[in-house]
């Protein structure tokens, strides 16, 4: 799927057995402000878009310790993946890649279990001595509604966290982050895509 395709281009991809090539012409601006349409039974939802980016001077840094450098980039990034993953969404990000990713879950605990799963699954088939987790950092699409989601990322060898905020229970997964030596960020926004 591509914009465009020049002719030199379309010869090679002419010539790929089984290869189908779709040319949209332009896109829509990925910040702008479109609307999505879903189906439902009997009717449809026509919505905007979540167009929502979270700059690196609107992160409220909320725990005892600041995320490193390295670390806001990457929790940038995980916040960004996060949007495009379906609810509940956790992302693990390390060094700029994606590491690990739980989504669809009922529970965000169990999104985060499985992202972690995902990540040691993928370490032990690429025959790496250590967890991808391990020093990663961690994104949440909306807020930890308890301090069991972060205690997973924790186990899993995260080392700071974005999360939306604004739980009841925020000052409780605050003090599990600094009892764990975690970093965590607020962004003020959630992404929950169903």
């Known amino acids: 799927i591509c914009p465009d395709a020049d002719d030199a281009a379309r010869e090679v991809l002419s010539s790929k057995k089984n290869l189908r090539v779709l040319i949209t012409g332009g896109m829509a601006d990925p910040e702008g402000e479109d ?102 950092v961690v994104s949440s699409d909306a807020f930890f509604p308890f301090a069991d989601g972060l205690l997973a990322a924790v186990k899993a060898g995260a080392t700071a966290v974005i999360q939306p905020g604004g739980s009841m229970r925020d000052e409780e997964v605050i003090a599990a982050a600094d009892e764990h030596g975690i970093a965590m960020v607020f962004t003020g926004m959630r992404h929950f895509r169903h």
């Open 35 to 136: 609307m999505t349409l879903r189906s439902l039974a009997g009717g449809y939802l026509l919505q905007n878009r979540d167009a929502g980016r979270v700059k690196r001077d609107e992160l409220k840094v909320v725990t005892k310790r600041t995320p490193s450098e390295a670390e806001l980039d990457d929790l940038l990034f995980a916040f960004r993946v996060g949007k495009h993953v379906k609810s509940n969404a956790i992302v693990y990000v390390k060094d700029g890649k994606t590491v690990g990713v739980g989504a669809g879950q009922m529970s965000r605990v169990d999104s985060s279990r499985i992202a972690a799963w995902k990540a040691e699954e993928a370490s032990k088939n690429a025959g790496e001595d250590v967890v991808r987790t391990k020093g990663s």
